[in-house]
């Protein structure tokens, strides 16, 4: 019920024909930035026409963190996928007597809607309930600035095995790819304290931008699946104008993270600025 009020009071007072002008508005409020989307040229500006201009069914499968997992199984192999311990449409039909001490709680229909549990005996499942009620009430497509391939995936309830390195860490390596071919690489640090980004072209040099956050001064080591990672990213963008791939690397292994078409919902701003017209010339609008 509270889903469909939301989506009811959305639609009641923006009619789809209104979508690009509330774009705009959303944009410049969350840029500072001007949205042309007759003529865009930029990286963020290409998100954006992505978002309401690109029809592709396959991205809201593809976009479906449950989904996707049968896609990847037949696209590139079992053994990329993180272990899935359930999956649920209702947070009551959980047993959590039955997880094992660590696990991972997600949403399948957005992003950033999780619970790392590390710690079982710690865990506050009465807090939990509540947030995954309010995320499973939600349409993601609407949250974020009209990523409306998010729109029609229904939701569900993932718990994930909890993945680690045998030093505690856990890299989440992003593959940016644009026309189906891996471009770039950005490995996010500390992302719920200072939150770092450092990109990395292929063969592992800094890139001379940043996107949205700082690089993190050290900088990051290598992965060492790093071929194998390009070669599955691009497989599994082929024929895509641009999407992100992302992988885990633990202990030698990869893992498929999942696949984002619109990152940060193109709202990162990219430094320096002339840079961010340098990217949008790698992605071929249709």
């Known amino acids: 019920m509270l889903k469909e009020g939301l989506e009811y009071l959305h639609e009641r007072f923006t009619a789809q024909e209104n979508y690009p002008r509330e774009l705009k508005k959303w944009y410049e409020k969350n840029t500072g930035l001007k949205l042309d989307l007759n003529n865009p040229v930029t990286y963020n500006e ?4 992505i978002k309401l201009n690109y029809r592709n069914p396959l991205m809201t499968t593809l976009s479906d ?6 896609w990847i199984r037949d696209k590139i192999g079992e053994e990329y996928l993180v272990p899935l311990l359930g999956a649920y449409d209702r947070f009551s039909d959980i047993d959590f007597a039955a997880l094992p001490n660590r696990f991972v709680m997600k949403t399948n229909h957005g992003s950033s809607w999780n619970i790392i549990v590390k710690d079982k005996s710690k865990f506050n499942p ?20 009209y990523q409306l391939h998010y729109k029609n995936i229904r939701p569900k309830i993932l718990i994930e095995k909890y993945l680690e390195n045998e030093r505690g860490m856990l890299r989440d390596y992003k593959v940016l790819t644009f026309g189906g071919k891996a471009h770039y690489i950005w490995v996010d640090s500390d992302r719920f304290t200072d939150h770092h980004r450092n990109v990395y072209d292929l063969d592992w040099n800094s890139a001379p931008f940043e996107i949205g956050k700082h690089n993190l001064p050290e900088g ?9 990672m390009v070669e599955l990213a691009e ?16 202990d030698g292994r990869l893992y498929f993270g999942e696949m984002t078409f619109t990152n ?15 990217l949008g010339d790698m992605i071929p609008l249709p």
Not at 65 to 70: A, F, G, Q
Not at 137 to 142: E, I, V
Not at 220 to 228: G, H, T
Not at 235 to 250: H, I, N, Q, T
């Open 46 to 49: 290409k998100i954006q026409w």
């Open 65 to 70: 963190k449950y989904l996707v997992r049968d």
């Open 126 to 145: 009465l807090s939990a309930r509540l947030k995954f009620f309010i995320w499973m009430h939600l349409n993601y497509a609407y949250t974020t600035g």
């Open 220 to 228: 990051i080591s290598r992965p060492a699946n790093l071929k194998l």
């Open 235 to 250: 497989k599994l963008a082929e024929g895509f104008p641009m999407v992100r791939v992302d992988f885990y690397e633990v």
């Open 264 to 278: 940060c919902s193109g709202i990162d701003l990219v430094r320096p600025p002339e840079y961010d017209k340098v």
